[in-house]
């Protein structure tokens, strides 16, 4: 590969990355989660060592005056910025695994120790080459640790692709979870495959413009759940609603009877008059999450619009769909007076089966809708404040 060409390739992956970067930087609505925020970090030291593997190419052999200090300088920064991918690839996969905060701040301590030794062995080659050397003629020739440079990065990187391959095989097979999975595992492909060939082509920098492909995989990952999914509370939107019911009312892949189930929130407006709208939308996201932690793997789960949520839900009986939605009703007054809030977490419940006779899907969705505000109407004002936990059983 010319020299010219290796750069006009890393230039282009630049211009990339630099592309994917102005996006997140543009859609603020994202800036609140976790994952996103370090993906941008991820674009952000891509393209920073992309600059850097591109000035180490531009330098080399170069012979005006400093010419050799400044080729010093941006490989040794290069260098230490190697692991920073891996670093910042295992944070990211630690959120998209739910690790909890406590336990996520100890292992960036963990992880953090390969970034700091790779960073002392650069400090060190300023002196005493250990992953390059610069000859009398300016010319980059790998030092006698070269390896090592690659070793620090692996070493993250692995240990978490590992991690999250034991994740996929303890979810369900062909569970929403375990299929989120699949983007994170294939991430590390792209870079291991250009590692190998940089190994053996001295010289050629590949490594971090097959990064961009890996950067690229999990960019469309999370464009896609952000088109499938409500940015406040994780369920599905409305959007993906439809598709589903249409398939699962086609009978091809139901076992049981099929039933729509719509939840209204009780009191948004009143917590969001008196405890304001931030309390609002922590209310629903408990909702959201009790939900999600109380349907199976197999049920939709989504948020309808506003403060309604829908559930698809195949069950042999009538009284397994009851049973669903009480427990739904109990853990959600156990889950407000766990948090001590000022207010209760309560929602208003209809349902309908789905039956061949209807014309339109959109028939069940308006009868489920009419039970549900004729059950809201029955709880009446009272029913909502604090309901004890056998509320939901006298009701279903």
Same mark, same amino acid.
């Given at each position: 590969? $010319?020299?010219?060409? *290796?750069?006009?390739? /890393?230039?282009?992956?630049?211009i990339?990355?630099?592309i994917?970067?102005?996006h997140? !930087? ?10 996103q925020?370090v ?10 060592i992309l600059?850097?593997d591109?000035?180490? =190419?531009?330098?080399? =052999?170069?012979?005006?005056e400093?010419?050799y200090?400044? /080729? ?5 920064l ?13 944070i ?13 701040? /100890?292992?960036l301590?963990v992880? $953090?120790?390969?970034?700091f030794?790779?960073l002392i062995?650069?400090i060190?080659n ?5 992953f390059? &050397? ?7 020739? !790998? ?11 692996? &070493?993250? &990187?692995? *240990?978490?692709?590992f991690?999250?391959l034991?994740?996929?095989r ?7 979870? !375990?299929?989120?999975?699949w ?10 495959i250009?590692?190998i ?12 413009v097959?990064t ?11 464009q896609?759940?952000q088109? $499938?999914?409500?940015s406040?509370? %994780?369920?599905?939107?409305r959007?993906q609603?439809m ?5 699962k009312?086609?009978?091809?892949n139901?076992? /049981? ?22 309390? %609002? ?8 999450e009790?939900?999600?932690?109380t349907?199976?793997?197999d ?5 309808? %619009?506003?403060d ?10 009538e ?21 001590n809030?000022?207010?209760s ?8 089966l ?13 009868i ?6 004729q059950?809201?109407?029955k ?6 404040l ?5 509320? *939901?059983?006298?009701?279903?």
């Amino acid at each position: 590969m $010319s020299a010219v060409l *290796y750069i006009q390739t /890393n230039i282009f992956a630049i211009i990339v990355l630099f592309i994917l970067w102005l996006h997140f !930087r543009h859609d603020k609505a994202d800036k609140f989660l976790s994952d996103q925020r370090v993906f941008e970090w991820m674009l952000l030291s891509n393209i920073i060592i992309l600059v850097l593997d591109v000035g180490t =190419g531009a330098l080399d =052999g170069q012979n005006f005056e400093g010419a050799y200090t400044i /080729n010093l300088i941006v490989t040794v920064l290069y260098y230490a910025a190697n692991p920073l991918m891996g670093f910042l690839y295992c944070i990211f996969c630690e959120i998209k695994l739910g690790t909890p905060q406590s336990k996520l701040k /100890n292992r960036l301590l963990v992880y $953090s120790a390969p970034v700091f030794m790779n960073l002392i062995c650069c400090i060190i080659n300023g002196f005493t080459p250990v992953f390059f &050397i610069l000859d009398s003629e300016n010319l980059y020739v !790998r030092g006698p640790l070269f390896f090592l440079s690659f070793s620090f990065s692996y &070493i993250l &990187i692995f *240990y978490i692709f590992f991690r999250v391959l034991h994740r996929v095989r303890a979810e369900e097979k062909y569970s929403r979870q !375990r299929k989120s999975y699949w983007p994170l595992i294939a991430f590390p492909i792209p870079p291991i495959i250009g590692s190998i060939l940089q190994v053996y082509l001295e010289g050629v920098s590949i490594i971090w413009v097959s990064t961009v492909i890996s950067m690229l995989i999990i960019y469309v990952k999370i464009q896609n759940t952000q088109m $499938s999914t409500d940015s406040l509370t %994780g369920l599905y939107n409305r959007k993906q609603m439809m598709p589903y019911l249409d398939w699962k009312a086609s009978g091809k892949n139901r076992k /049981n009877d099929l039933y729509i189930i719509l939840m209204d929130m009780d009191n948004l407006k009143y917590i969001n008059d008196n405890y304001g709208h931030v309390s %609002g939308d922590e209310a629903l996201v408990d909702i959201a999450e009790t939900i999600k932690g109380t349907v199976t793997k197999d049920d939709f789960a989504g948020r309808y %619009g506003g403060d309604e949520f829908i559930l698809i839900a195949e069950r042999s009986s009538e009284d397994e769909i009851r049973e669903l939605i009480g427990n739904i009703g109990c853990k959600l007054t156990q889950r407000s007076r766990i948090r001590n809030s000022q207010y209760s977490l309560s929602v208003s419940v209809g349902y309908a089966l789905w039956q061949r006779e209807y014309e339109d899907i959109k028939d069940i969705i308006a009868i489920a809708d009419e039970r549900m505000y004729q059950e809201k109407k029955k709880k009446g004002s009272a029913a909502s404040l604090w309901p004890s936990t056998d509320f *939901y059983q006298r009701r279903f």
